[in-house]
């Protein structure tokens, strides 16, 4: 699309530098799942295959594409677009697309960039506090998640420790985030006609946006719905394999594995690493390794295959929005009014 073409791009050394690094994530990922698969046997993985139980996948795969609704919801509470909520919400549906595929979580970065082009904000730093906030409150809300799960079915002792830090954390950059938003409304700092001054005056027109709690609450309340969701695909994806642990153990690996998802230590396609995360946290709660191995390479599968699915399905919107307007190569991209 010609919106695409006119993204910023890195310099040819920086490219160069991130293809590298992508590259050695890439290989040391895939040397990880070498290694962590080396003792499971294909008949292994057909055993566990051969449990699935359907009705229990298909659930999964609503409770899936839910959660892409659901940011899309919380996300047009700070930047409305009417006539506009399903191109929004195959933006969002790339955009779990793009942090999958991409390793340290840059796809965050393009999906700013992207939101920016398509003309549902005005620029990257108009977007940066809100978008600041989102990724805060996300925080908050899967900590409080993880110390549920946590003190409910204890994995490991060492979890206690995270747990009081990732909650002590989310709570430190929540105030500061608020109180530094408070201060900027307050302050109403005058801005110069240079390219610096435009950006910070619309950086200072997101921060208008946070004052006051009502925002902050929204946000953290549709976190906790989003990453809700998240714990129950992931317990879900578990059940329907046939695993042997109870609901409750799911349900503390599954809180577990999405507390890991938000670290940026994947690479390209989270080969290796997510898949040695949940396989770890599956032997933590009493499964055998191997079949342990197996499982979660059954529940990789379902879980990269809703992302695909996702991903489809925000690219056939965007495509059919565009061919509405009669213009094929540009979505129908109108300023949020």
């Not at 008949?43 to 999964?60: E, F, K, P, S, T």
């Not at 393009?110 to 977007?127: M, N, R, V, Y």
């Not at 208008?208 to 906790?224: A, H, N, Q």
């Amino acid at each position: 699309m010609q919106n695409l073409q006119n993204i910023p791009q890195r310099s040819p050394s920086g490219r160069r530098t991130a293809h590298a690094v992508a590259l050695v994530l890439l290989v040391v990922g895939i040397g990880i799942f070498l290694v962590m698969v080396r003792d499971v046997s294909l008949g292994d993985l057909c055993r566990v295959a051969n449990q699935v139980d359907v009705g229990i996948l298909a659930v999964a795969v609503v409770a899936g594409l839910a959660m892409t609704g659901l940011r899309t919801i919380r996300f047009y509470r700070f930047f409305p677009a009417p006539g506009r909520r399903l191109e929004l919400y195959a933006s969002f549906a790339m955009f779990r697309f793009l942090n999958f595929v991409l390793p340290f979580r840059s796809g965050e970065i393009t999906f700013l960039a992207l939101l920016s082009k398509f003309k549902f904000t005005g620029s990257i730093a108009g977007i940066a506090p809100v978008w600041i906030l989102l990724r805060v409150t996300d925080l908050l809300a899967l900590s409080l998640l993880f110390f549920c799960a946590n003190s409910l079915v204890p994995l490991t002792q060492h979890f206690d420790v995270l747990q009081w830090g990732l909650i002590g954390l989310s709570t430190v950059l929540l105030a500061g985030v608020l109180m530094f938003s408070a201060w900027m409304v307050r302050a109403n700092p005058t801005f110069s006609d240079t390219w610096l001054g435009r950006h910070a005056r619309a950086a200072h027109a997101g921060f208008t946006r946070l004052d006051g709690w009502r925002p902050c609450l929204y946000s953290l309340f549709l976190g906790c719905l989003i990453w809700g969701t998240m714990a129950v695909l992931n317990t879900l994806m578990q059940m329907a394999f046939g695993s042997p642990l109870t609901v409750a153990q799911c349900a503390a690996v599954g809180v577990a594995a999405a507390a890991v998802s938000i670290l940026p230590i994947h690479g390209p396609f989270a080969v290796g690493t997510s898949d040695v995360s949940w396989a770890g946290l599956m032997v933590l709660a009493g499964m055998p390794a191997g079949q342990a191995i197996a499982t979660t390479l059954c529940v990789r599968l379902g879980l990269v295959s809703i992302i695909l699915l996702d991903g489809t399905i925000g690219i056939v919107i965007l495509w059919l929005c565009g061919c509405r307007q009669g213009k094929p190569d540009e979505p129908r991209l109108r300023e949020p009014q």
